[in-house]
């Protein structure tokens, strides 16, 4: 059994208050961590060294425990040392210039759509979600790109391929899009079966989450 190591206020960060740090900025002030933050932060190295075989959500709840543990005192103590350097960071935040904090937010929004998007990806890619379809001039690539020179670079490679399709009868067209249409009907066929084995295995929700989660993102961004 891990023995609790308390974080001790005396070990946490102190403050000193001056001038200095209340001095105009011109960049976001970092945020406090909150008492539960802190005590998370200290602990986690020392479980995963103690429990390595223990996935995160398992590595929490120990650490969960052991906060239900510190004394009430010292979760006092560690409130009031939040309190005082949130608002320290309020009044920084204060004297940023509104350009710069619309700036930060902006960038903010856009590196937090790409992690979610990012999560989604692999939990989709982990779960061999099926292929999209494909347009009836990609499957036309894909069938020509083979008779092309390799001496030809990628970029010469593209636009060969525009020129010819664009160059092609109406029948050539025509066999590529019943391709297309029977691609798009494979498509439909394993989505739907993958969604119904996704939602027996209780992980549709997590998908749909995080896809609204991603559109969301996407929106303030653009706002």
């Known amino acids: 059994q891990l023995s609790r190591i308390t974080p001790l206020v005396s070990g946490i ?4 208050v001056s001038s200095a740090s209340l001095k105009a900025v011109s960049e976001i002030p970092k ?12 602990q986690m190295p020392q479980y995963k060294k103690a429990y390595p075989k223990l996935a995160a959500p398992e590595l929490m709840r120990k650490i969960s425990d052991a906060w239900g543990q510190v004394t009430p005192e010292e979760k006092e103590q560690m409130k009031q040392i939040y309190e005082k350097e949130k608002a320290i960071y309020k009044q920084k935040l204060a004297q940023v210039p509104e350009d710069v904090i619309s700036s930060a937010k902006s960038a903010k929004v856009s590196k937090k759509a790409k992690s979610v998007a990012s999560e989604l990806n692999k939990l ?5 979600k099926p292929k999209r379809n494909l347009s009836s ?13 390799a001496s030809m670079s990628a970029s010469e490679k593209i636009a060969n391929l525009a020129k010819a399709w664009n160059n092609a009868t109406e029948d050539v067209k025509a066999k590529y899009e019943e391709k297309m249409r029977a691609d798009n009907e494979r498509y439909k066929r ?9 939602e027996k295995e209780g992980i549709l929700p997590r998908i749909n989450a995080l896809q609204d989660q991603v559109a969301l993102l996407k929106k303030l961004a653009k706002a």
Do not use: V
């Open 13 to 16: 960060r102190q403050l000193s």
């Open 31 to 42: 945020r406090p961590a909150t008492p539960w933050a802190t005590f998370y932060g200290s």
């Open 124 to 128: 989709l890619a982990e779960n061999n």
């Open 137 to 149: 001039y990609l499957i036309f690539c894909n069938d020509a790109r083979s008779q092309l020179p």
């Open 190 to 198: 394993e989505l739907a079966a993958w969604t119904l084995k996704m």
